[in-house]
């Protein structure tokens, strides 16, 4: 079974950093390509970045610059860096299992909130 | 980038009846690289069709989806319970991939 465990949501303040992690576990994470998609309250979701089984990323122009996308095929853990943030970035962040460009499974989210 | 609208915003209904959500996209998308995901609160989304036509696993058949190029819908034949949620499409055919605003699926 899928399962994708994202952790590192946090109260922080604008323009500071964080660092969020996804767990991942029951398929053979180094051959999928996986993503972030997050969701402001009350809003709809928004892809973030992606990045394939070679490591070749992939950025929304709202995060391009501030953001960085890895993985740790050997720990089976996607990360994503994130620089400089906004208020406009708080957001529930979830990681996501891709088949090709396809977001197939979700992990339940963790909560950033950038505020001062 | 490929804009997706999704219509109506709302949809009012009440079990056993036939649910369509409709997708335009500003361009066509190549493949019928579509895809819709049902999200209920408090919950990740979860993906219900792909390829515009696809049920994803464990998905009943009642759901069922179809469309091309940049008009897509998504129908549920009679609607139960647990179908009543927010429904998203997305296109993963270009970078940015992108998601429709939303249709909430409500009961009347």
């Known amino acids: 079974e899928v399962q994708l465990l994202e952790s590192g949501g946090d109260l922080v303040q604008p323009g500071g950093s964080l660092r969020l992690s996804c767990a991942a576990s029951?398929?053979?994470?180094?051959?999928?390509?996986m993503s972030w998609v997050r969701q402001a309250p009350g809003k709809g979701l928004e892809w973030v970045s992606a990045?394939?089984?070679?490591?070749?990323?992939d950025y929304a122009d709202s995060v391009k610059g501030r953001f960085t996308i890895s993985r740790d095929n050997s720990k089976n853990t996607l990360s994503l860096q994130m620089n400089s943030l906004r208020v406009e970035d708080t957001a529930v962040y979830y990681c996501?299992?891709?088949?090709?460009?396809?977001?197939?499974?979700w992990g339940q989210g963790t909560l950033v909130t950038v505020s001062s | 980038e490929i804009v997706l609208t999704q219509s109506p915003g709302t949809l009012s209904l009440s079990p056993g009846e036939r649910a369509t959500l409709s997708c335009r996209a500003s361009?066509?998308?190549?493949?019928?690289?579509l895809a819709w995901y049902q999200q209920k609160p408090g919950q990740a989304p979860r993906l219900v069709i792909y390829?515009?036509?696809t049920r994803a696993t464990g998905i009943p058949d009642r759901f069922s989806g179809s469309g091309s190029g940049t008009d897509f819908t998504l129908t549920i034949g009679r609607l139960e319970p647990e179908d009543f949620a927010v429904y998203y499409c997305?296109?993963?055919?270009?970078?940015?991939?992108?998601f429709g605003q939303g249709t909430k699926l409500e009961i009347k």
């Open positions: 996501a299992k891709d088949h090709g460009w396809l977001a197939a499974y």
């Open positions: 029951g398929f053979t994470f180094n051959r999928y390509a």
């Open positions: 990045i394939n089984s070679g490591g070749s990323t």
């Open positions: 361009q066509s998308v190549s493949s019928s690289y």
């Open positions: 390829g515009a036509s």
């Open positions: 997305q296109q993963y055919a270009t970078s940015p991939r992108t």
